[in-house]
């Protein structure tokens, strides 16, 4: 199985960016579809971003769409979001997960904190 954890959080004023990275370990980095979720208080977990096992597809919500770009490294076992023009609704923890059956999210990370200022 695979573990993940999560980096680059942090305070940001709107209109910044930040790039966030995941680091794989423990499996197969090649056969999982990867992506991004977020949180914020008071709302449920949504689906961000995803990207293929091969990264010939990715996917956005159509709240960041032309704002984030997910990417991995297969040599690295890395997956990346960043994130441009960050607006205040973009504020919550963000995590990363991994699925072996599609769309099957059964490996996460334990979160970063992203605050954007107004």
């Known amino acids: 199985q695979v573990q993940l954890v999560e980096s680059g959080g942090g305070l940001v004023q709107a209109g910044g960016s930040l790039r966030l990275a995941c680091a794989a370990s423990?499996?197969?980095?090649?056969?999982?579809?990867m992506a991004w979720f977020r949180q914020a208080p008071g709302k449920e977990r949504e689906f961000v971003a995803g990207i293929s096992r091969n990264a010939g597809s990715t996917s956005y919500a159509d709240s960041v769409k032309g704002r984030f770009t997910i990417s991995r490294d297969s040599a690295k076992n890395m997956v990346y979001l960043q994130m441009n023009n960050l607006k205040p609704e973009d504020a919550a923890v963000y995590y990363c997960?991994?699925?072996?059956?599609?769309?099957?999210?059964?490996?996460w990370g334990q979160g970063t904190q992203v605050t954007v200022s107004s």
């Open positions: 423990g499996g197969t980095f090649s056969l999982y579809t």
């Open positions: 997960a991994a699925a072996l059956i599609r769309s099957n999210y059964n490996y």
